[in-house]
């Protein structure tokens, strides 16, 4: 690990389930070597991913593991951009408020936290992805 | 593989970590240090059981910037660096504390 590397702007683009596929958790498992390397890491959440970030999810009925409250780990790796598609749960009836709140703790502020959900619009995501160096889709 | 405790069998991988999270005990931890050679003090507990507490919260091992700083936060700036946490486990702070706290690899660490 170098200290002066390049930084490039990776964005993980999350559409699946969380369950059913692998797609959601290997996208987890990328996205947190990827922040130990000190690249510029940021997450959409977009289709039917929006559902990776329901609170009170249960898996003890299909046997898998509840990896959820893994994402609120994601403000200890400095992730402190994540990016939800509005139009994507607007779909599927739900709201902000029916996903994890996720925070990063800022340092220089006697580890203030603070928020690391942005709620965009699908023209406002496209965007963002466009200024990407990076855009891995799972 | 297994690794025999007082009479007690813990089921581990080729690398030497718990199968099982839940098979853990602190007898099993102090087994593993005294076969590396180097016993458990206090420092090292409290690493070791930060380790597990951060597992049960968010379900994985801390990749060792993230350690380094949560361990600065709780236990103070003086213990919140790589040169005492290399110090308390030389072969990697990530990887053999959590060996001995009884948790999987650290994700990210290669």
Same mark, same amino acid.
């Given at each position: 690990?170098?200290? &002066?590397?390049?930084?490039?702007?990776?964005?993980?683009? +999350?559409?699946?389930?969380?369950? *059913?596929?692998?797609?959601?958790? &290997?996208?987890?498992?990328?996205?947190? #070597?990827?922040?130990?390397?000190?690249?510029?890491?940021?997450?959409?959440?977009?289709?039917? *991913?929006?559902?990776?970030?329901?609170?009170?999810?249960?898996?003890?009925?299909? *046997?898998?593991? +509840?990896?959820?409250?893994?994402?609120? =780990?994601?403000?200890?790796?400095? #992730? $402190? $951009?994540?990016?939800?598609?509005?139009?994507?749960?607007?779909?599927?009836?739900?709201?902000?408020?029916?996903?994890?709140?996720?925070?990063?703790?800022?340092?220089?502020?006697?580890? =203030?936290?603070?928020?690391?959900? +942005?709620?965009?619009?699908?023209?406002?995501?496209?965007?963002?992805?466009?200024?990407?160096?990076?855009?891995?889709?799972? | 593989?297994?690794?025999?405790?007082?009479? @007690?069998?813990?089921?581990?991988?080729?690398? %030497?970590? !718990?199968?099982?999270?839940?098979?853990?005990?602190?007898?099993?931890?102090?087994?593993?240090?005294?076969?590396?050679?180097? /016993? !458990?003090?206090?420092?090292?507990?409290?690493?070791?059981?930060?380790?597990?507490?951060?597992?049960?919260?968010?379900?994985?091992? /801390?990749?060792?910037?993230?350690?380094?700083?949560?361990? %600065? @936060? @709780?236990?103070?700036?003086?213990? %919140?660096?790589? @040169?005492? !946490?290399?110090? !308390?486990?030389?072969?990697?702070?990530?990887?053999?504390?959590?060996?001995?706290?009884?948790?999987?690899? /650290?994700?990210?660490?290669?």
């Amino acid at each position: 690990m170098s200290e &002066e590397g390049i930084v490039k702007k990776f964005m993980y683009v +999350n559409r699946k389930c969380p369950y *059913g596929t692998i797609y959601a958790l &290997e996208s987890l498992e990328v996205v947190l #070597i990827t922040a130990a390397f000190d690249q510029d890491v940021s997450l959409a959440f977009t289709d039917d *991913g929006v559902y990776q970030l329901m609170k009170d999810q249960k898996t003890d009925g299909i *046997g898998m593991k +509840n990896f959820s409250s893994t994402y609120a =780990a994601l403000g200890d790796y400095e #992730i $402190k $951009k994540i990016f939800i598609d509005k139009e994507s749960l607007d779909e599927r009836g739900l709201s902000i408020s029916d996903l994890q709140e996720l925070v990063w703790e800022d340092e220089d502020e006697d580890y =203030a936290e603070k928020s690391s959900i +942005n709620l965009v619009s699908r023209a406002e995501l496209s965007k963002i992805m466009s200024q990407q160096d990076v855009v891995m889709s799972f | 593989m297994s690794l025999e405790v007082n009479g @007690k069998s813990y089921e581990v991988d080729e690398e %030497g970590y !718990l199968a099982d999270l839940n098979t853990w005990d602190s007898d099993v931890a102090e087994a593993m240090a005294n076969a590396d050679g180097a /016993p !458990l003090d206090e420092n090292h507990w409290e690493v070791i059981n930060f380790l597990r507490e951060y597992y049960e919260e968010y379900q994985i091992a /801390p990749a060792v910037r993230v350690l380094t700083k949560q361990i %600065g @936060k @709780k236990l103070g700036k003086e213990k %919140g660096n790589s @040169k005492y !946490l290399y110090e !308390l486990f030389p072969y990697g702070p990530a990887k053999q504390a959590c060996k001995y706290a009884g948790l999987p690899k /650290p994700t990210g660490c290669v």
